[in-house]
């Protein structure tokens, strides 16, 4: 299960999802799971249609289901189109893709910034590299917590400002 999740548009890269199908058509027992809405709904209601083996559209789902669909896909994808604010897109900025790694899932994106967390292709390779994940040829992100990634360089960055080699205890920030 090769799986998209969120706003069925062009930003968001829902329109790259036809070359997707497409390219997954010829194999065999792999599906393209499609959730979301949006203005290309009536598109994506076309290639459901157009790939019935292929493609399954599940429309709108309430986000307390969304960890459902991602438990059950073996790669998640993150389609975007080459823009000036690609290298915005990352796993700390764009919550799908977070929330893929944090259910242990490996990712396949084009056209955001790179990372060691996920795949990263262009567009013309984009399917090629799904095609990998589902080979089991891709790393799995690592999951990230604040616990372990922010707070450190938070509290680092703090002890820098005031001049301190320790890091403060809780009670010392809940009181600073």
């Not at 997707?20 to 290309?40: E, M």
């Not at 493609?55 to 059950?72: A, C, E, K, N």
């Not at 967390?117 to 590299?129: A, I, K, M, P, R």
Request: hydrophobic fraction near 40%; glycine fraction near 8%.
């Amino acid at each position: 299960i090769v799986l998209f999740v969120g706003k069925l548009s062009r930003v968001e890269g829902a329109d790259m999802l036809e070359t997707v199908a497409q390219g997954l058509s010829n194999l065999t027992n792999v599906k393209l799971w499609i959730v979301g809405d949006g203005p290309l709904k009536p598109k994506i209601e076309d290639l459901a249609r157009k790939f019935p083996d292929t493609v399954r559209f599940f429309g709108w789902v309430d986000y307390s289901d969304i960890p459902d669909y991602i438990s059950s896909a073996d790669v998640c994808i993150v389609p975007r189109h080459k823009t000036i604010f690609e290298e915005y897109y990352n796993e700390q900025g764009v919550q799908k893709i977070a929330e893929y790694l944090a259910l242990g899932k490996p990712v396949v994106a084009c056209n955001i910034a790179s990372s060691d967390s996920y795949l990263l292709t262009t567009e013309d390779s984009f399917v090629d590299g799904i095609k990998q994940a589902l080979d089991g040829r891709t790393s799995i992100g690592q999951q990230r917590f604040w616990e372990n990634d922010s707070e450190p360089g938070l509290f680092k960055a703090i002890n820098t400002m005031l001049g301190r080699n320790g890091v403060p205890s809780q009670k010392e920030m809940l009181h600073s």
